[in-house]
């Protein structure tokens, strides 16, 4: 039944993506509206999937790739709609739909598989896992926002007529100093909790190994976004740096952290063991 659930979801968020796509290139003056309640829609299937594997499995879905892939989904899913809706930047909900439904639908095509051996489960496993998703997560949408920045700027560079249409879409596009602004807020948000998240997979790498931390790969890449994301925070407050720059980063920041969480789990490179995640 979770499965069925999380197959509907991908379906609602492909359909969210569509329309998403639509309102950018044609939009309509409900559009953006549509485009949010599409995604709450699918959301809200979503949440049920999770619901669902966490009775079947007897421990909220969190250490197999499949599950990784749909937490991390979820989470992206719930903080684009947040910034679509009340920070002034509806094309993230778009764009948003468009990575969520990518995710959901690996996730529905991958074997869920068990919980995870025995001797990885700890209490501190999934508070592990639930910060860094929500930091990356965070990230992720930064991401997006980035991305709308980053068109922006080279429309107003360009200095191309306004093309005066209904609704918003790629017409009409948030003032830069608003994308500037949610872009770094996301990654207030994201930082503390990767950071968090960090101290508590090195709690829980004691645990199971013995050893604090270990050189594998995903830790790495987690590591260096971590500092990434900590250098343009920095250099934020110290310098005021802003703009382009700090969007490319940003975007480096989010292609790292998507290569860590789907590419090397596809792979099958893992930080512990039998399971996936960083």
Do not use: C
């Amino acid at each position: 039944m979770a499965l069925l659930l999380l197959k509907v979801s991908a379906v609602i968020y492909v359909l969210a993506a569509a329309l998403g796509l639509v309102q950018l290139k044609w939009p309509r003056l409900s559009g953006d509206r549509t485009v949010i309640v599409g995604l709450s829609i699918a959301l809200l299937a979503h949440a049920l999937a999770l619901g669902g594997r966490t009775v079947e499995i007897g421990t909220f879905p969190l250490s197999t790739l499949a599950d990784g892939l749909s937490l991390f989904g979820f989470l992206a899913a719930l903080i684009g709609i947040g910034i679509a809706w009340r920070s002034g930047v509806p094309q993230a909900a778009a764009l948003v739909a468009v990575l969520v439904a990518a995710l959901t639908i690996m996730a529905a095509a991958i074997d869920p598989g068990l919980a995870g051996p025995e001797r990885l489960r700890s209490p501190w496993l999934p508070v592990h896992i639930a910060l860094a998703f929500l930091g990356e997560a965070s990230f992720a949408v930064a991401g997006i926002v980035a991305i709308v920045y980053l068109i922006q700027e080279r429309r107003l560079k360009t200095k191309r007529k306004k093309i005066q249409k209904i609704g918003t879409g790629l017409h009409k596009l948030p003032a830069l100093e608003i994308l500037d602004n949610v872009s770094m807020r996301l990654i207030q948000l994201g930082f503390p909790m990767m950071t968090l998240g960090l101290v508590a997979g090195a709690i829980y790498s004691k645990e199971v190994s013995g050893a604090y931390w270990t050189w594998g790969l995903l830790n790495t890449v987690s590591l260096l976004v971590s500092i990434l994301y900590a250098l343009l925070l920095h250099f934020r407050l110290t310098i005021g740096w802003r703009g382009r720059k700090a969007a490319v980063l940003t975007l480096v920041g989010v292609l790292a952290t998507l290569v860590a969480l789907v590419g090397l789990g596809l792979a099958g490179v893992g930080a512990h063991g039998q399971d996936y995640v960083s």
